[in-house]
């Protein structure tokens, strides 16, 4: 079955940086796009960045464009993503998804707090 485990969170400084990993399996990861979604307590959850399946075309959220990087790594059926110059408001649970799966994965908690 599908599955996804995201990893790679913790409590980091404003200004800090972490790369989340998630880990794919039970579809063919190659075949599909990726993205990453976050939750923050009392919101909606968003998404935050998103990946082709050949890592051709990316897109960002407004509000993490020029500090998050998407990429993937299909040998490895992972997808990560690269956070620098983090802000109090990234202060999320992180999610990975694939496009056209209606599964999400327990997430891996981000907080940016001094």
């Known amino acids: 079955q599908v599955q996804f485990v995201e990893s790679g969170g913790g409590l980091v400084q404003p200004g800090g940086s972490l790369r989340l990993s998630c880990a794919a399996s039970?579809?063919?990861?190659?075949?599909?796009?990726m993205s990453w979604y976050r939750q923050a307590p009392g919101k909606a959850r968003e998404q935050v960045a998103s990946?082709?399946?050949?890592?051709?075309?990316?897109y960002y959220a407004d509000s993490v464009k020029g500090r998050f990087t998407i990429s993937r790594d299909n040998a490895k059926n992972t997808v990560y993503l690269q956070m620098n110059s983090l802000k109090p408001e990234d202060t999320a649970v992180y999610y990975c998804?694939?496009?056209?799966?209606?599964?999400w994965g327990q997430g891996t908690q981000v907080t940016v707090s001094s």
């Open positions: 039970g579809f063919t990861f190659s075949a599909y796009g």
């Open positions: 990946i082709g399946s050949s890592s051709a075309g990316t």
């Open positions: 998804k694939a496009s056209r799966i209606e599964y």
